[in-house]
Nanobody, 118 residues
Framework: QAQLVESGGGLVQPGGSLTLSCAVSGSIFKFATMAWYRQAPGKQRELVAAITSGGTTHYVDVGSVKGRFTISSDNAENTVYLQMNSLKPEDTAVYYC??????????WGQGTQVTVSS
């Protein structure tokens, strides 16, 4: 049974850092390219970064996350991470993990709230 459990969000000041974790279970995710998405209030969910099962990473040029965010995975622990540095108020959103290319009609976890504010 597919399950995605995101954690690690919270309130952080601008310029701060957070590391998000996503515990992945279910055969549907085996060997899948995994991704982090985010959805800000009043906006559509957007792809932020992805990582293949072989460890190749891709970053979408939204909100200048390149150079600030790092996606990684621990295949043995079935966990995907998103290290976020130099956080900005515009990074405030609910962050989700899922397969790359997941549709709104697919299963999604509950997400984890990241709030960047002084």
């Amino acid at each position: 049974q597919a399950q995605l459990v995101e954690s690690g969000g919270g309130l952080v000041q601008p310029g701060g850092s957070l590391t998000l974790s996503c515990a992945v279970s279910g055969s549907i995710f085996k060997f899948a390219t995994m991704a982090w998405y985010r959805q800000a209030p009043g906006k559509q969910r957007e792809l932020v970064a992805a990582i293949t099962s072989g460890g190749t990473t891709h970053y979408v040029d939204v909100g200048s996350v390149k150079g600030r965010f790092t996606i990684s995975s621990d295949n043995a622990e079935n966990t995907v991470y998103l290290q976020m540095n130099s956080l900005k108020p515009e990074d405030t959103a609910v962050y989700y993990c899922n397969r790359a290319g997941a549709s709104p009609f697919d299963y999604w976890g509950q997400g984890t709230q990241v709030t960047v504010s002084s």
